[in-house]
């Protein structure tokens, strides 16, 4: 399964490689990162087919996350990946646009990783 | 006739040896000195009357003088006590702008903290798990791939470090945000300096109102250097210049919720002997009408309670008197604007 996470800190590809370094080792997960909204657009075009989960950061500077989300929902090919949120403002306004423009789910920072694990692993 | 010339006219008369005419004629003129002597006479006597009079005005006047010499002084006196307090409201507003600056920051801090922080405690969880790993591979006897677990617990903890620190100078530039100016200059980064206030107005902006975004374009030269300045003080000038920057787009993007793309640039370049620092915005512009008025204290465009009106005089007052250098500013009405902070280096 591939993700790709989306966030404008760099770590955060550290941070994950790390968190799922026994999945990625077993071949169970494969993960690809952008640093921007911009950068996210530009992979699903040249690579529309792979990622078939977002998680997506939303306070980007530039393209938002919500943004993001709203063109991968209205402009991605049938069916569209799945896309999860992630925010540092866990407030309603966030959430309720988040899952108007179609959000598979919504989640705050800090993020539990452990819950995230079984989440991805339910997906898969 | 005086009493001389009455002696002289009387022996004149009594001479034998002067003829009748001469007579006549030498007490004709005697007559005529006489009246000329009277005429001498008044004038010196009208002019002694004015003289009293004069000596006794100038009297008045100089009681007068001294009356009001000691007005002068009351109002002196006044106007210096009044300077004292003017003064002192002065510094209260300075430092009142200073932090409601650091009140429009404390969401941007936050966020900024709150990231780094979790990093520290991922990568710190992180290690942890790997160091159970390691164990267990060593139980096994599989050196190799202990070493390489190691290796990433080197990195983990490599990574703690910076995040702790990224938070660690977060805090301390706050610190010195609210701090009273030393006024000294010192050795400055201004690439830093401006990337930090960047990032903490964006995100306090972020924070304060979650439908507002603006892409940060910067582009910094990498050649300045460190450069003496008053950094606190130069740090608020262009956390100032970005906030207003931001404001402007974010005006603009409600006049134009569609199609426009909201961006805020900031770039320093060093010229010769000069640093610029420049934030330009493609927000609302500068009134024609307003443009004269813009680094008066207590001019603002913005709604009543929202701004000070202090921002940019003490930007002002900071780059011009504190660091010998300029504001410049150009703007379009509707398009952009661009201020430019000059530096002598």
């Known amino acids: ?124 | 006739m005086s009493p001389q010339l009455q002696t002289i006219s009387d022996f004149i008369k009594n001479s034998s040896g002067i003829s009748d005419a001469e007579k006549e004629s030498l007490l004709k003129t005697i007559k005529e000195a006489d009246k000329n002597l009277s005429m001498i006479q008044f004038k010196l006597e009208r002019i002694e009357k004015d003289r009293n009079t004069l000596s006794v005005m100038l009297q008045e006047s100089i009681e007068d003088l001294q009356k009001k010499s000691l007005v002068i002084e009351d109002a002196n006196k006044a106007l210096t006590q009044t300077l004292e307090e003017l003064k002192a409201t002065q510094a209260q507003l300075i430092q009142s702008e200073k932090m409601a600056s650091l009140g429009e920051l404390t969401a941007g801090i936050a966020h900024e903290i709150q990231n780094p922080l979790n990093f520290v405690n991922n990568f710190s969880e992180v290690s942890n798990e790997l160091l159970d790993e390691m164990t267990e591979q060593l139980e096994k006897g599989n050196t190799n791939e202990a070493k390489a677990i190691a290796n990433e617990v080197k990195m983990s903890l490599e990574k703690i470090n910076l995040h702790g620190k990224r938070a660690d100078g977060i805090v301390k530039s706050m610190l010195q945000h609210s701090r009273t100016s030393n006024n000294k200059k010192e050795p400055t980064d201004i690439n830093v300096l401006a990337d930090e206030y960047l990032r903490l107005a964006y995100h306090g902006l972020r924070a304060k109102d979650k439908s507002f975004n603006a892409a940060l374009k910067t582009d910094y030269d990498e050649n300045i250097g460190l450069i003496k300045i008053i950094s606190q003080d130069i740090g608020r000038v262009i956390l100032n210049l970005i906030t207003n920057a931001f404001y402007a787009v974010m005006e603009k993007k409600k006049l134009h919720p569609v199609g426009y793309e909201p961006t805020v640039t900031v770039s320093t370049k060093k010229i010769d002997n000069k640093v610029i620092v420049e934030v330009k915005d493609n927000g609302t512009g500068i009134s024609q009408k307003a443009i004269d008025k813009i680094f008066q204290p207590f001019f603002t465009t913005k709604p009543t309670g929202q701004g000070t009106g202090l921002g940019l005089s003490l930007s002002y007052d900071i780059v011009t008197k504190g660091h010998g250098g300029e504001i410049k500013v150009e703007t379009k009405e509707g398009e952009s604007t661009g201020f430019s902070v000059i530096l002598p280096v």
């Open chain 1, 1 to 124: 399964m591939k993700i790709l996470v989306v966030d404008d800190e760099k770590d955060v590809q550290v941070l994950f490689e790390q968190r799922f370094r026994k999945e990625i080792r077993n071949k169970e997960m494969e993960f690809a990162f952008a640093y921007s909204g911009e950068d996210a657009l530009k992979y699903l075009n040249d690579l529309s087919h792979e990622a078939v989960l977002i998680l997506s950061d939303i306070n980007m500077p530039g393209m938002s996350g919500l943004e993001l989300l709203r063109h991968i929902k209205e402009k991605h090919k049938l069916p569209p990946p799945m896309v999860m949120m992630i925010t540092a403002y866990g407030d309603a306004e966030n959430y309720n646009t988040a899952m108007k423009l179609g959000a598979d789910d919504f989640l705050t920072k800090p993020l539990e990783f452990s819950l995230l694990k079984e989440k991805l692993k339910a997906i898969h």
